[in-house]
């Protein structure tokens, strides 16, 4: 559970003896935000004090999503928030760039008084670490100017973070022409196409503040972490964990999702949801059969085109199956690009919803598979799940995920575009009969079965992410004595 400070909150010194506390940073957004939360949940289970801090344009949102706000104890995580720079209703979305640099330049001197100010509390020591995330990579020089060593969660595969430093370190060959058709070939990875990269590392991109960021994140930060860690877990990512272990170990200690798909009960599930899920969709699936329903979601902010909603839409009328489509509404009133009349013709055996607590639709014995964009977060929860994906990647990470899903974890099959780029009601079709129903349905399905239970085994006591996360532990409390840059794979194979 999360609280909020409280002024009335008291400890006695002899309660802060030998306490540890670590303060993690997050980028404020929900994808960011959940695995660090999840991270912090796991420290806590191993007596360890967490703080979370994020920029105050997240405070309003996240406040409302929680339950309980005002209880405070030495067992749940600490909310603190600090200024980017900008007004809390500036439009950070559609300003990204300008937004960026703000959070670049004032977001260090900010934390920095945030940690000046919670140092000097009288009720809690010094931090012991601090944990940021990929989008402040600035972090680690705060916590050096304050002495505290620093880690980093990446929250994207494992297999991102060995494409993005050997890219930008110049290690290897990548595409330097748009529309090239050559092969990138990596430790670890499969053969990886063009249309297999992040987007960011394509001549094509036209985002500049994230390759800005990543490249200073590989060049420039790397040596100031102490610790990197991943939110995936070595069974799933184990070549690609192994490759980067003699040149920039990252230590599984994932898959940090929604404890219940897991089977983790202390502490219970904690998250933040910044939009309010439609409960109605549950008692939906309750009434159809079992291994029966594609569900279906791209996301918080991937917004398709009116003609890929409506192939898309076409594909799943077609297909004769019961569905649960994820649409985000224009102006809180109507769904965006359904075609006139679907609604209508499909309402005998779809739902189409701004919102739903996607935990519990992917564990909902109805849910045949999960056509999904391929955010990290997205596909975690799948593969802890156990069910089958259509991946349907648009960027940044999402066709490296695609390629994981179809050719290392085995459980998915993928749309192919048509030359322009949208993929065909056709497409979609074919997609939805090939994993339901197809010659390769059953495969898949066993395949997502398997990770099911790799992910419960890997944050089980003792499981590899469990004990890389004690290393960790034990490390900042002076009990380890090793060095973290050992190798990871003697880690998890002892």
């Not at 706000?69 to 900008?86: A, M, N, Q, Y």
């Not at 070939?185 to 800005?212: A, E, I, M, R, Y």
Request: hydrophobic share 40%; net charge negative.
């Amino acid at each position: 559970m999360l609280c909020c400070p409280e002024p009335t909150m008291v400890a006695s010194k002899e309660s802060r003896e030998g306490e540890v506390h670590v303060l993690m940073v997050a980028f404020s957004a929900q994808g960011h935000m959940n695995p660090m939360l999840r991270f912090g949940s796991r420290l806590v289970a191993k007596g360890l004090h967490v703080t979370l801090a994020t920029t105050d344009c997240a405070r309003d949102r996240i406040l409302k999503s929680l339950s309980s706000t005002t209880i405070v104890d030495d067992k749940k995580i600490r909310l603190e928030f600090f200024s980017d720079g900008l007004s809390v209703d500036f439009d950070r979305l559609s300003h990204m760039d300008h937004f960026m640099d703000s959070i670049g330049k004032f977001g260090p001197i900010n934390l920095s008084k945030l940690i000046n100010d919670l140092s000097g509390d009288a009720h809690r020591p010094k931090f012991s670490c601090i944990i940021g995330n990929p989008f402040v990579p600035w972090v680690a020089d705060v916590a050096a100017q304050h002495n505290i060593p620093c880690a980093l969660l990446w929250i994207q595969p494992c297999a991102l973070f060995a494409i993005y430093y050997r890219f930008y370190n110049q290690l290897n060959s990548f595409p330097t022409q748009p529309n090239s058709d050559s092969v990138v070939h990596l430790p670890g990875l499969p053969p990886l196409q063009t249309t297999d990269l992040p987007s960011f590392v394509l001549p094509s991109n036209t985002f500049g503040s994230f390759p800005k960021l990543l490249s200073n994140l590989f060049q420039s930060y790397m040596n100031k972490f102490k610790w990197v860690f991943g939110n995936s877990f070595y069974e799933l990512e184990k070549d690609v964990v192994e490759s980067m272990a003699e040149l920039c170990p990252i230590r599984p200690v994932g898959p940090l999702v929604p404890s219940t798909l897991v089977g983790l009960v202390e502490g219970g599930d904690i998250e933040v949801d910044m939009w309010k899920p439609e409960e109605r969709c549950i008692e939906w699936l309750d009434r159809k059969p079992v291994s029966s329903v594609i569900y279906v979601s791209f996301g918080s902010i991937l917004v398709l085109s009116e003609k890929q909603m409506g192939n898309i839409a076409m594909g799943l009328k077609n297909s004769d199956r019961p569905f649960l489509w994820v649409v985000k509404p224009q102006d809180n009133t109507k769904p965006v690009g359904l075609p006139a009349g679907f609604l209508e013709e499909t309402e005998d055996r779809g739902l189409v919803v701004p919102w739903c607590p996607q935990t519990k639709v992917l564990d909902h014995p109805a849910v045949a598979c999960f056509m999904s964009h391929c955010g990290w977060n997205s596909t975690l929860e799948t593969v802890a799940a156990g069910v089958p994906m259509i991946a349907f990647p648009q960027w940044t990470d999402q066709p490296t995920n695609a390629k994981l899903i179809v050719d290392v974890f085995k459980m998915g099959v993928r749309v192919e575009p048509d030359p322009d780029g949208t993929v065909s009601k056709e497409e979609v079709e074919r997609c939805i009969d090939e994993i339901t129903k197809g010659p390769k349905s059953e495969e898949l399905k066993r395949k997502a079965v398997h990770w099911k239970e790799a992910s419960k085994m890997a944050v089980a006591e003792h499981g590899s992410s469990d004990r890389n996360i004690q290393i960790f532990v034990d490390e900042i409390v002076g009990k380890h004595s090793s060095s973290p840059s050992m190798s990871l794979h003697s880690i998890d194979d002892d």
